[in-house]
C-alpha cells in the first residue's frame, strides 16, 4: 500500500474519526476537515493525492470544494453522500469525481475507491504531462513541426503518434529530435525513405498498432 496522502472532509464527526483512523491504519497519511471551508484550506495547504468529500457539508458544498481544488492545485475527489439521486451523481460526474459512494462507508468499501482513484488520477497526469511536452516542443520549433506534418499528411496519423515517432527513431539513432526534423524538412531523394523508414521504426515499437 502507498503512502498517499488523503484529504478527508465530512461533517459527521463520527464518521471523519472512524474513516480517518482506518484509512491510517492502512498505511495512508490522513487530513480531516469538517466543513467546506476548512476542507479547501487544507487541499491548497497541504496538495493531498486525493480528496474524500461529503457532498453537504456547512458552507461550501463538496462538489464546489472538489471543483475549485480540481482547478488549483489540480486534486481530484471522490464523493460521499447519504444521497444517491441521480441529479446529485450526474453533477458530481460533470464535476470530475473519481468516484461516487453512498453513506454508511466504511474504510473496507473505502480503500479500494481511492486506490482505484488514484490510478486514474496518475493516468490522467501522464497523459497531460505528454500533451504539454507536445505542444511545447511543437511550439519551440518550426522544423519540428514542419517534420511532424509532413509524418501526418504521409501516414494520415495523429500529430501525438507523428510526435513519438518522430522522437522515438532519434533516440533510437542517439540523435536530437531537431536534426532528424531539419533532414526531412530539406528534403531530397531520400524524404521518402526516411519517412517510411521512421514508420517501420514506429510499428515494430507498438507492435503494429500507431
Known sequence: M????????????????????????????????????????????????????????PGIFGIEVARRLRESPGIDSI???????????????????MSYLVKPVNPD??????????????????????????????????EISVAIGMYMEKFNTREQDAFFALRDYARSKSRKLVDLARQLVKGGEGRERLLKTIRRDRSTRTGGHQ
Not at 474513516?19 to 466543513?35: D, F
Not at 444521497?83 to 469525481?97: P, Q
Not at 475507491?113 to 496518475?122: K, M, P, Y
Request: charged share 30%; aromatic share 2%; proline share 2%.
Open 2 to 57: 502507498g503512502k498517499a496522502k488523503i484529504l478527508v472532509a465530512d461533517d459527521d464527526t463520527a464518521m471523519l474519526a472512524m474513516l480517518g483512523n482506518g484509512l491510517r491504519s492502512a498505511g495512508y497519511e490522513v487530513i480531516t476537515a469538517t466543513n467546506g471551508e476548512e476542507a479547501l484550506d487544507l487541499g491548497r495547504g497541504q496538495k493531498p493525492d486525493l480528496a474524500v468529500l461529503d457532498i453537504r457539508m
Open 79 to 97: 464523493f460521499l453522500s447519504a444521497y444517491s439521486d441521480k441529479e446529485v451523481v450526474e453533477l458530481a460526474t460533470r464535476e470530475g469525481a
Open 109 to 142: 468499501q473505502l480503500i479500494p475507491a481511492i486506490e482505484a482513484a488514484l490510478g486514474r488520477s496518475a493516468d490522467i497526469r501522464r497523459l497531460h504531462e505528454k500533451e504539454v511536452l507536445l505542444t511545447d516542443t511543437i511550439k519551440s520549433n518550426r
